[in-house]
């Protein structure tokens, strides 16, 4: 098992994670599942652990379209009706919207409970899970809602990854090169030459959660070098609001690949350089079409990390290296 010390949790990855963390420090249990995970994760996590047998199960509806404030009043209500109190755990077993909306309902009921992190999907395990950021979507802006708060631990447990299809795994990939590319010239390379069948998944994984470890230690409230985890999400995030408005939600990974490509595009690196990363996404990756700029501008002009009436965006200056606050007008894109 491999342990990467976070501001003041653990991230810990491997087959003897679920046993690292103490449950017998609460008084009540909760397991926050959406159907897909109470199907095929929950039954793991009960093997591995029998002594969550009497938690409460809190289930909602699988996808981003159901990131929002009813779904937190539905947690919420079933907390209230059991009479969880404020020594209570809520575990979130999921992927990024579990994790992120679970984390937000235990963050702001009664003003705070305790909550861990057990990713079930490769982008939740290499990104989601790590770094405290939770919230929920609201009126069509995703994570328009939200806040900054840490796990108790966070527990990386790779068989679930051997519940997912292609698509999901290919999800989670596309933060990883993310990673790789902001930060890990190296790892780059490595992917480039990896076939993803024979993918050692717990190591990939350990590096692509210390490279996001590594740039939160340095700036946890995203005031300075945290925005370089932003590469790929400003167009990311505007073309999944365009999906999921349109009612065809698509995977996150999906919105950022399209993203990375796009902003990859805007960057001040090679022409060769933007080639390599525009091949490499399109020839490994079946993508959804790429709106244009038209149908995505308001999503831009409502991204919440706009300065100054413009779009901010991280992008690379080169392959394994991230500037920051790089101010573009609608009309300049």
Same mark, same amino acid.
């Given at each position: 098992?491999? *342990?990467?010390?976070?501001?003041?949790?653990?991230?810990?990855?491997?087959?003897?994670?679920?046993?690292? +963390?103490?449950?017998? !420090?609460?008084?009540?249990?909760? *397991?926050?599942?959406?159907?897909?995970?109470?199907?095929?994760? &929950?039954? %793991?996590?009960?093997?591995?652990?029998?002594?969550?047998?009497?938690?409460?199960?809190?289930?909602?509806?699988?996808?981003?379209?159901?990131?929002?404030?009813?779904?937190?009043?539905?947690?919420?209500?079933? %907390?209230?009706?059991?009479?969880?109190?404020?020594?209570?755990?809520?575990?979130?077993?999921?992927?990024?919207?579990?994790?992120?909306?679970?984390?937000?309902?235990?963050?702001?009921?009664?003003?705070?409970?305790?909550?861990?992190?057990?990713?079930?999907?490769? $982008?939740?395990?290499?990104?989601?899970?790590?770094?405290?950021?939770?919230?929920?979507?609201?009126?069509?802006?995703?994570?328009?809602?939200? /806040? +900054?708060?840490?796990?108790?631990?966070?527990?990386?447990?790779?068989?679930? &990854?051997?519940?997912?299809?292609?698509?999901?795994?290919?999800?989670?990939?596309?933060?990883?090169?993310?990673?790789?590319?902001?930060?890990?010239?190296?790892?780059?390379?490595? /992917?480039?030459?990896?076939?993803?069948?024979?993918?050692?998944?717990? !190591?990939?994984?350990?590096?692509?959660?210390? /490279?996001?470890?590594?740039? *939160?230690?340095?700036?946890?409230?995203?005031?300075?070098?945290?925005?370089? %985890?932003?590469?790929?999400?400003?167009?990311?995030?505007?073309?999944?609001?365009?999906?999921?408005?349109?009612?065809?939600?698509?995977?996150?990974?999906?919105?950022?690949?399209?993203?990375? *490509?796009?902003?990859?595009?805007?960057?001040?690196?090679?022409?060769?350089?933007?080639?390599?990363?525009?091949?490499?996404? &399109?020839?490994?990756?079946?993508?959804?079409?790429?709106?244009?700029?038209?149908?995505?501008?308001?999503?831009?002009?409502?991204?919440?990390?706009?300065?100054?009436?413009?779009?901010?965006?991280? $992008?690379?200056?080169?392959?394994?290296?991230?500037?920051? !606050?790089? &101010?573009?007008?609608? !009309?300049? %894109?």
């Amino acid at each position: 098992m491999k *342990i990467i010390r976070s501001d003041n949790y653990d991230v810990c990855i491997g087959e003897k994670s679920l046993v690292h +963390f103490n449950f017998s !420090d609460y008084s009540t249990l909760a *397991i926050l599942v959406d159907e897909n995970t109470k199907k095929h994760c &929950l039954p %793991l996590l009960l093997v591995q652990l029998p002594a969550l047998s009497n938690s409460l199960i809190i289930e909602i509806q699988s996808g981003e379209e159901n990131k929002n404030l009813s779904s937190c009043s539905l947690i919420w209500e079933e %907390l209230s009706k059991h009479n969880f109190d404020r020594n209570s755990l809520l575990i979130n077993l999921g992927g990024g919207v579990i994790g992120d909306m679970g984390g937000f309902a235990a963050s702001t009921y009664k003003r705070g409970i305790d909550f861990i992190q057990i990713p079930t999907t490769l $982008l939740s395990m290499a990104d989601a899970s790590v770094g405290g950021k939770l919230g929920i979507d609201f009126n069509g802006l995703k994570n328009q809602v939200g /806040l +900054f708060k840490n796990p108790k631990s966070v527990l990386i447990y790779p068989e679930f &990854l051997e519940t997912l299809g292609e698509n999901q795994l290919n999800s989670g990939l596309a933060e990883i090169v993310k990673h790789a590319l902001i930060a890990d010239a190296n790892l780059w390379n490595k /992917l480039k030459e990896t076939s993803f069948s024979d993918v050692d998944w717990e !190591d990939v994984i350990a590096r692509s959660v210390q /490279l996001k470890n590594k740039i *939160i230690l340095d700036d946890p409230f995203e005031k300075t070098t945290r925005k370089q %985890l932003n590469f790929g999400h400003t167009f990311g995030h505007a073309i999944e609001s365009y999906y999921l408005e349109k009612g065809t939600p698509i995977l996150h990974g999906e919105a950022v690949f399209l993203g990375v *490509i796009l902003e990859s595009e805007l960057s001040n690196i090679t022409r060769q350089e933007k080639s390599e990363i525009k091949n490499f996404i &399109l020839s490994n990756f079946a993508l959804p079409h790429c709106p244009s700029k038209s149908e995505i501008a308001k999503y831009l002009t409502n991204d919440k990390k706009n300065q100054s009436k413009k779009i901010n965006f991280s $992008l690379l200056s080169e392959i394994g290296n991230c500037s920051i !606050d790089n &101010l573009f007008s609608i !009309d300049e %894109l």
